[in-house]
């Protein structure tokens, strides 16, 4: 489909005999929010490792911008322009709340040669990434704690840190792989926000996988229910929310039927 | 014939690689520890035997039980009293790792000034032997292979028979199911320890009747043994067994067509191209299932 | 007097060995105990190249930086990519078979007679005499390993390292090739260890196998670990202490051969303590788990 940026193309992977991704097809449209739903074991974070390279493609491609990535190795594809948090927030314990963000920058001074010789573009561009980073932290109330060990933060804290990590190596598609887990309300009020700024103001494209239909059904431009390794239905919240076989997926067959 | 007396060396320090090896990797299956002190605890477990043997005068058949009890004991008080706070503290393997090498360092020297470098010899003059078609086999060989085939198939027993040697496996299998399951993994540990230890002691008094006794001999023979943990599949207990007997010979075709010094160069080649080529080793992978 | 100048210089090469191993423990989580062979090599690239092609001192600082190098390559990029404990015993091996080979490739090495009559450092015409004048050129190499150093880590490739360090997968997400990273770091890690090489040839006029085997490595991870990993101040700390103390010892009267093995005993006992109640060392800002 042309605008496409991200593919699905019949994609598959099976662990010997068990399919956990069955033939699975989507075409995503850059600077919008998709969301992956479904119950759990659906294969919704094996998606996520397919696309980015974690695990390998049994069958099917993925294409980035046109261009297939099924088979490169996960730092390229990511170097093309695809970040992806994971569940757990995995920061760097032991790093300061601001290194986090530096480390995400793609710099000169990563070169050791650069680091040594320490040329004057070196020194303004590190600079600057700092500068880009405390802003960063500025705009999710993290600029305080800036050079506080990571570890100290709260859960929530470390849940959007972990986002702007992401974020400073500016991909043009962000995986976010249930980041409402663990957050109380407010914090999911922020959470949506931010993605949403994300998609509106820095024209990324963000594919969601989520439990939280609230936060689904708000922010969503197009949503696909996973169910069993395929996508049993795709479509915009509000075609789909009322959908007997999404009701089906989250509470069961029973109450699909209750509904009329 | 040349070839035969090779062949026979081989397979009578297999059998003392392999001794060494399955005490190295049930400790290693189970508690996942790097456990390198292994082999000042066989060194320890030839110290107790000179000592008792030819200090205390005990002569070398009463010896042996002490030396046994000696390695076992060397083995539980490492476990006791560096593993077990190393992790009470939230220290985790890697910690334990270089506490490790730091007991190795320590105990060493320890023997050296207790014993100094010298080799300590517990019998002169030539062994008993049969003589078969030109190559000797010693009374020492027979017995190697004989401890080793009386250990084996009762470590097998217990580890599926014994309520002991299946919690054991399950703790290789699946250890935060097994603590759940209200096994107390402290005394598991402990007694994996002193399994392991007990098998180095065994080893230690084959070897100390052939070579003596030294402060460094433990080293190199865990080494091997710890490849051939690797060459026979981590997590497969009778794999390590194949690759004890597989790097000996090795190491005797070396002997025969280089040269000694050549020894350690053949095990180390040997876990190169495993790793890069089949760092599962021969049984591991699927087959494996990380089996005690 | 001299014998106290002649310990200042060995801790200075001992704070090098120390700082380029933490460069691969305290940032990048790269449990190297193969260091011993870089040293070794870089020790021996420098008695060979002086003793036997007779080259000035620019090359031989070449050489032996460059050997090592070479050999981190070759056995890096495919170790590296094993997981913790099988790349533990790789380089253990490393360390075994480096220190087998200098003793058993007689032709070349000298075999455990070792090589003899290391010149002094020659350089534009000036000659390094006196146990003083080689503080004085240690000092200035070991200050400029230690400056090289906290460029490194106080750059983006410091943070890359240490984020290596703390999450793999997560820092390859973020679109780092961090097996070239580990690999590079292992590389000028084991540079820096040949320069220590090649210092403690010229220091000892002599070397021989024995110097450069697992007691050496074991010696290094102590001094990392009393103190302190990810921390300059702990890389001088811990040779210093690890030095100084048995010096004390023989100072009240501890004679002879037992020496040696009281240090060993002192070493292990020492790694074995910190381990267990103070993991991050005196002045570590790292702690291994």
Redesign the interface.
């Known amino acids: 489909m042309a605008g496409a940026i991200l593919e699905l193309r019949d994609v598959s992977r099976h662990f010997g005999g068990l399919k956990a991704v069955n033939g699975v097809s989507l075409s995503i449209e850059e600077g919008t929010i998709t969301s992956l739903v479904g119950p759990n074991g659906a294969g919704k974070t094996t998606v996520f490792n397919l696309i980015?390279g974690?695990l390998p493609l049994s069958s099917g491609d993925i294409r980035f911008d046109g261009r297939s990535i099924a088979g490169l190795p996960?730092?390229a594809i990511?170097?093309r322009g695809l970040?992806?948090t994971?569940q757990d927030p995995?920061i760097?314990?032991?790093?300061s709340v601001i290194?986090h963000v530096?480390?995400?920058?793609?710099?000169?001074?990563?070169?050791?040669l650069?680091?040594?010789l320490?040329g004057p573009r070196?020194r303004h561009e590190?600079r600057a990434?700092r500068d880009s980073a405390l802003r960063m932290l500025d705009e999710v109330g993290l600029r305080r704690r800036a050079h506080e060990k990571a570890q100290d933060l709260s859960f929530g804290e470390q849940r959007f840190l972990?986002i702007l990590?992401?974020l400073a190596?500016d991909p043009r598609i962000v995986l976010l792989d249930e980041p409402t887990v663990g957050l109380d309300r407010d914090s999911v009020h922020d959470l949506t926000r931010l993605v949403q700024r994300m998609a509106r103001e820095q024209k990324k494209t963000v594919l969601l996988v989520e439990h939280n239909l609230d936060v689904i059904f708000d922010v969503s431009d197009q949503v696909h229910l996973l169910v069993g390794g395929s996508i049993a239905l795709s479509g915009e919240p509000s075609e789909i929310k009322r959908h007997p076989r999404m009701i089906e997926a989250y509470l069961g067959a029973r109450y699909a039927a209750l509904r009329p | 014939m040349i070839l035969g007396q090779y062949l026979i060396n081989g397979i009578a320090s297999g059998a003392i690689y392999a001794l060494l090896a399955v005490g190295f990797a049930m400790i290693y299956n189970t508690t996942k520890m790097l456990h390198i002190a292994h082999a000042v605890v066989y060194t320890g477990g030839a110290y107790v035997y000179y000592t008792c043997a030819i200090l205390l005068g005990m002569g070398l058949w009463f010896a042996m039980p002490f030396a046994i009890a000696g390695a076992t004991l060397l083995g539980l008080s490492i476990e006791v009293g560096i593993y077990r706070p190393i992790r009470r503290l939230g220290g985790g393997t890697n910690s334990i790792l270089i506490a490790s090498l730091g007991t190795i360092s320590l105990l060493q020297g320890v023997y050296a000034v207790l014993f100094t470098t010298d080799t300590r010899t517990l019998r002169q003059g030539p062994l008993p032997a049969f003589i078969v078609g030109g190559d000797s086999i010693t009374s020492l060989h027979v017995a190697v292979l004989a401890v080793v085939a009386v250990t084996f198939p009762l470590l097998q027993l217990f580890l599926r028979r014994s309520r002991i040697g299946i919690a054991i496996r399950a703790l290789a299998d699946n250890p935060a199911l097994a603590e759940v399951h209200g096994m107390d993994t402290r005394r598991l540990y402990a007694i994996i320890m002193m399994i392991g230890s007990a098998l180095a002691g065994a080893a230690a008094i084959l070897v100390s009747l052939d070579l003596g006794v030294k402060p460094d001999m433990g080293f190199d023979a865990v080494f091997t043994s710890v490849v051939a943990v690797v060459v026979g599949g981590v997590g497969y207990l009778p794999g390590a067994l194949l690759g004890a007997f597989m790097l000996a010979l090795l190491q005797q075709l070396a002997v025969w067509q280089l040269n000694s010094a050549w020894q350690n160069g053949v095990v180390f080649g040997t876990l190169v191209i495993f790793l890069i080529l089949r760092p599962q080793g021969v049984f591991g992978g699927r087959m494996a299932s990380r089996r005690a | 007097m001299d014998y106290f100048v002649n310990l200042l210089s060995q801790v200075c090469i001992y704070v090098i060995q120390v700082a380029t191993l933490d460069l691969l423990v305290g940032y990048t989580g790269i449990f190297s105990f193969g260091h011993a062979a870089f040293i070794g090599i870089g020790a021996y690239t420098t008695a060979l190249l002086l003793t036997k092609l007779h080259l000035g001192f620019g090359a031989v600082l070449l050489g032996s930086m460059l050997a090592p190098m070479a050999l981190a390559f070759a056995v890096g990029l495919p170790t590296l990519r094993l997981s913790g404990d099988y790349f533990v015993l790789g380089t253990i091996g490393l360390t075994n078979v480096t220190a087998s080979i200098l003793t058993n490739w007689v032709a070349v090495t000298n075999g455990p007679f070792g090589i003899y009559g290391i010149p002094d450092i020659s350089l534009f015409g000036w000659k390094v005499v006196t146990p003083g004048q080689f503080l004085a050129v240690t000092i200035v190499v070991t200050a400029v390993v230690l400056l090289v150093k906290h460029l490194l880590i106080s750059a983006p490739f410091g943070l890359t390292l240490q984020a290596i360090r703390e999450d793999e997968t997560v820092t390859v997400m973020m679109g780092k090739n961090v097996a070239r990273m580990r690999a590079i770091a292992f590389a000028i890690a084991g540079a820096g260890a040949g320069l220590s090489g090649l210092l403690t040839a010229y220091n000892l006029r002599f070397i021989d196998p024995t110097l450069f085997d697992l007691q050496l490595v074991i010696f290094a991870w102590a001094a990392l670990f009393v103190g302190g990993c990810a921390s300059i101040v702990g890389n001088i700390l811990g040779p210093l202490i690890l030095v100084g103390f048995p010096e004390a010892l023989r100072f009240i009267g501890l004679q002879g051969g037992a020496v040696a093995h009281v240090r060993e005993i002192l070493y292990g006992g020492l790694l074995i303590v910190m381990t267990i109640f103070r993991p991050q060392g005196i002045a570590g800002n790292y702690r291994i788990r």
């Open positions: 980015t974690i996960p730092y990511a170097r970040g992806r994971f995995r760097f314990y032991e790093m290194d530096v480390a995400g920058f793609s710099l000169r001074g990563e070169n050791p650069a680091a040594i320490r070196m590190t990434a972990s990590r992401t190596g």
